[in-house]
């Protein structure tokens, strides 16, 4: 599984892309309300930052033509490559557009996804990923987890192409889960991922380390 950052902000994404095995950055119209700046102002400092690694930006028409009409825009305005994915949320219009974004050549990820059938009907439209919400559906008394796995066994049972990019998370045990029921990807904030790669017990270790090595580490490099 690979990981994505959840996050808009410039400071947090340096620190992240500073160490963090980071495949790219997911947006979405909340991400970016937090930052309370404009888009024309986030966009290109995300995409500087990025570089080749993935950068997936949700469109914010409703009708099929004009998210088409978006992603082009993106595109041709700041020099986007095949990196850049148009999220797109799995409405009516979402499944029209879709397959219109496809046939033109951009990328595509299938957003605000609650159930394995709205997965695979993305998959089969031609979604590249396929995001599926899992704490909003933990949230709801559902099983995000569960609704996950069933996703990644289904693109394998059936061959498709897209790949899951499990996304939504609170905690870090969300995130070990839907690594161990196949999805191959997860998109995750920076404080958690922060948490996922710490363990207090690495610290205490590494500070007994450090302790013993007192004096007695005498080559020079
Ligand atoms: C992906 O970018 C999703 O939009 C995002 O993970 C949703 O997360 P939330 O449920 O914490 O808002």
Redesign the pocket.
Do not use: C, G, P
């Given at each position: 599984m690979i990981y994505l950052a959840?996050t808009a902000n410039i400071e947090e994404l340096k620190k992240l892309f500073y160490y963090f095995p980071l495949e790219g950055i997911?947006?979405?119209p909340?991400?970016i309300a937090a930052e309370n700046k404009p888009m024309s102002e986030i966009l290109p400092q995300l995409v500087e930052l990025v570089g080749d690694k993935m950068l997936h930006v949700q469109m914010i028409s409703s009708k099929a033509v004009d998210m088409l009409r978006e992603a082009k825009a993106y595109k041709k305005k700041y020099g986007l490559g095949d990196n850049f994915f148009a999220k797109i949320p799995v409405t009516e219009e979402g499944f029209k557009a879709i397959r219109m974004i496809k046939d033109s050549g951009i990328n595509v990820t299938a957003?605000a996804i609650f159930t394995q059938q709205q997965a695979l009907v993305a998959a089969r439209a031609g979604a590249d990923w396929v995001?599926p919400?899992v704490?909003?559906l933990d949230n709801i008394s559902s099983h995000g987890i569960e609704v996950v796995g069933y996703i990644a066994q289904s693109i394998k049972q059936y061959g498709l192409n897209s790949k899951v990019l499990a996304?939504?998370f609170k905690t870090v045990d969300q995130v070990h889960r839907v690594s161990l029921v196949g999805s191959h990807s997860a998109?995750v904030s920076y404080e958690i991922l922060e948490r996922l790669r710490s363990h207090p017990m690495t610290d205490t270790s590494v500070e007994a380390f450090e302790k013993d090595a007192e004096g007695l580490y005498d080559i020079e490099f």
């Open positions: 959840d997911t947006t979405n909340t991400i957003t995001a919400y704490n909003r996304a939504s998109t």
